[in-house]
């Protein structure tokens, strides 16, 4: 039988997913077998496997165990298209849509596929990293959970508890854990360790102390700020840049849709040292000095669209264009730069059409079947190299005559290319993590890359993250914790 961990913390963010791939990675440096897992994920930052999607914090997680990422190691996945309902992502596959109102008692019928996942790569493994999400605290919502406390009973999986200390209350956010949760929950709970400690933690012994007192539970070690954790792709949140640009460094503008979605296909621009990418927040012009405007994946393409005229970036992007700046839209974002968007069927919203801003000679039609792909190839403008994935609902149809601007290693065409070559458009994620195609746009942009692959960028990340945990961690008690379960 496999060893079996649960990483759940005291709040959101609080820095589950990183700890959870450090662990991985540590593990299978001692040579174990290592799965990560999760049982229930909410983020529009997907990955494509077998066909299939998961959260891109599993595929970072399976890339820190050293094995191919599978669609059980997030078998179920929430993707948010609005306000108050999400589409649900079951193995995979796309299982339906879930209203806010219907949460409760929606999931809780997932928990079939979730324990069958489960099954699946505790047989195939010595351990088993199991992430949670939110915290175990949120009561309210313990009714038919799948992701913390509810998975944990069912699968008999011992908790070890995070909290975050650069954000304040880190006792009473452990210690209060305790006292809400009902007592069988809190009998899952094997020991504590925190995180994100500045300083020297040294200072922090008679609070760790008070901890384990009134909690009963094991301290497992206090983890310092990691720096290079800044390294790895986010799980949802939006990263920001830096405040100002270096004199040297070529800027490029981002606008932060509503349902912005895949936004870690700016990671690898984020390293480059000669550009400095800007987040464009609601409320805020996009800069008149950008040389690039990235527009992002989106959930609810029609919707964002609308948001973004609201904001008058459509006005900012045409100046921009005039002035001679360079625009690449995304997958969704590429779907916004046609002429036309249609959603017939209502999958991301309301049904309905919207004129698009017009810049690229291509008409969008949303239809049923999402598409799900990993693909390679090269741009049609440079032959550089690419590699990424594709998801999207989206049939997008160029006009007679226009030019595509990538070709797939198996013959296929994406995306286009303005007449005058300065808007771009593709349906490919993650399209600059090849050096060379990230090279090919930085060298038109007057910038020189760095030339680092980013998946050995990412891999470093890991590695260092690791190496931080195994020095400050009790590895040997989490492994003891993981190997007797619960009785």
Known sequence: MSSVVMLQGTGSDVGKSVLTAGLCRVFANRGLRVRPFKPQNMSNNAAAVEGGEIGRAQALQALAARVRPSVDMNPVLLKPQSDTGAQVIVQGRVYGALDAKDFTTGRASLLGPVMESFERLAAESDIVVIEGAGSPAEINLREGDIANMGFARTAAAPVILVGDIDRGGVIASLVGTKMVLESGD?????????????????LFQNGYRAIEERTGWRGL?????????????EEDA?????????????????????????????????????????RVWPGQALPGNAKLVILPGSKAVISDLAFFRSQGWDLDLACHIRRG????????????????????????????EAAGLGFLPVTTTLAAG?????????????GAPFRGYEIHCGRTELDAGAAPFLRYSGGGLDGAVSHDGRVTGCYVHRLFDDPGQRAYWLAALGAVSDGVDQAARVDAAVDAVAAVLDGCLDIEGILAIASKGVL
């Open 221 to 233: 070690g206090i983890v310092p700020w990691i720096p290079q954790a800044r390294g790895l792709p």
């Open 325 to 352: 700046g360079r625009v690449l839209g995304i997958c969704g974002g590429y779907q916004m730069l046609g002429k036309t968007l249609a959603d017939p069927l209502g999958l991301e919203g309301e049904p309905g």
């Open 370 to 382: 999402k598409r799900v792909a990993e693909v390679t190839g090269i741009s049609l403008p440079g």
């Open 238 to 278: 939006v990263r920001d840049a830096a405040e100002s640009a270096g004199q040297d460094q070529v800027t490029i503008a981002v606008p932060v849709l509503p349902h912005i979605a895949n936004h870690d296909d700016l990671d690898a621009l984020d390293a480059e040292g000669s550009v400095r990418v800007v």
């Open 186 to 202: 809190a009998g899952m709970i094997r020991g504590f360790l925190i995180n994100r400690f500045r300083g020297d933690p040294g």
